[in-house]
């Protein structure tokens, strides 16, 4: 629904701003979707919100962890120690190890088929969604190998 909004907007403006009588389509980016696209999920359109939110997940995670390591008491040893003293069973240790690494390996190799987006490959539909398919497989088997480490 905002998106149309933004689009409607946009064209008003355009429309004001150059000549009442230029009929400008698609001058919004946004407004070059259906209504029907925005309204259910697509792969690539669910992806590419699983991409920015694995971004800032990872980048949070990273700046937290800067930014606690040095006030936190101990060091890496000691907590490492402190998990193995837990007695966690290795399904539990290998669920939080995939947990861990499946954000970092999904934004790694979706990353890689941004960059050859960039470079102009795999625009079509059908190569958007096969592209997709190949991204999760690759992320879930590079996931459950390094877990496996």
Request: glycine share 8%; hydrophobic share 50%; aromatic share 6%.
């Amino acid at each position: 629904m905002a998106a149309l909004l933004l689009r409607h907007v946009g064209r008003h403006c355009l429309r004001a701003h150059f000549s009442p009588q230029l009929c400008i389509r698609n001058a919004v980016p946004l407004g070059t979707m259906a209504k029907e696209e925005m309204e259910h999920w697509s792969l690539p359109m669910a992806m590419s919100t699983c991409h920015r939110g694995t971004g800032i997940a990872l980048s949070a995670g990273v700046s937290l962890s800067g930014m606690l390591a040095p006030l936190l008491p101990g060091n890496f040893e000691s907590y490492l120690e402190l998990v193995k003293s837990l007695c966690l069973g290795p399904a539990l240790i290998q669920t939080a190890k995939f947990a861990l690494v499946f954000p970092l390996i999904y934004h790694t190799w979706n990353g890689i088929r941004h960059l050859l987006w960039d470079l102009g490959k795999g625009l079509k539909i059908p190569q958007l969604y096969q592209s997709g398919v190949v991204v999760l497989v690759l992320t879930v088997l590079s996931s459950m190998g390094l877990a496996a480490m």
